[in-house]
């Protein structure tokens, strides 16, 4: 691709796509974290379909040259990252270990918000079960889901959804691909049901005696 395909438009000597390369390095890293394209659109003073060539051809160059970074798509917004390959140094460095990965009622969780989003507390109880707020609590202190607003309802409960980082740790670019990929888990569901059904039974019961 030749430099000066770029159209950016309201200057006479547009940037080659070295320099719009470089610049885009540079917010990434000042941001620290995933950047909207209609911000970088509007900064860069270019277009979607520039920015999107661009963008192409710098996670190339990131590959080709093995550098230690690669370029991170989230729904509508870009982010510089650490390549996967180096997870283990990034862990030392942090003092991360495997003692604090997510357990079984936080993964249960993650699940059924991430799915099922924007999503309350009480719902998320129901279909697992049992009260989640004390797993919910730990995933919002580990950034992986965040309150998205509140509910049209008495008491207005707050709402959950999920986060970039969710996105980021879990490997997927968008909510939509997540769910292309993956169906909500059926133990889940299955559980759901056993509750249910068992709670009816004891309902019956009452009603009988």
Known sequence: MEDNLF???GTEDPMDKDNLISALESILFAAGEAVKKKDLIKILNISERNLENIMAIYSKELDHKNRGIKLLLLENKIQLATKDCHAHYLKELLGVNDRQ??????LESLS??????PVTRV?????RGVNSDYVMGKLQEKGLIKALGRMDAPGRPKLYGTTDDF???????SLHAMKEEHKL???ILVK????KLKNKENEDSIEVE
């Open 7 to 9: 159209d950016v438009y």
């Open 101 to 106: 990965s997510l357990s079984k009622g936080a």
């Open 112 to 117: 059924i918000i991430a799915f099922k989003q």
């Open 123 to 127: 719902e998320v109880d129901e279909i």
């Open 167 to 173: 996105l980021i740790q879990f490997g997927f670019t």
């Open 185 to 187: 888990p059926e133990d």
């Open 192 to 195: 759901n049901n056993k509750e």
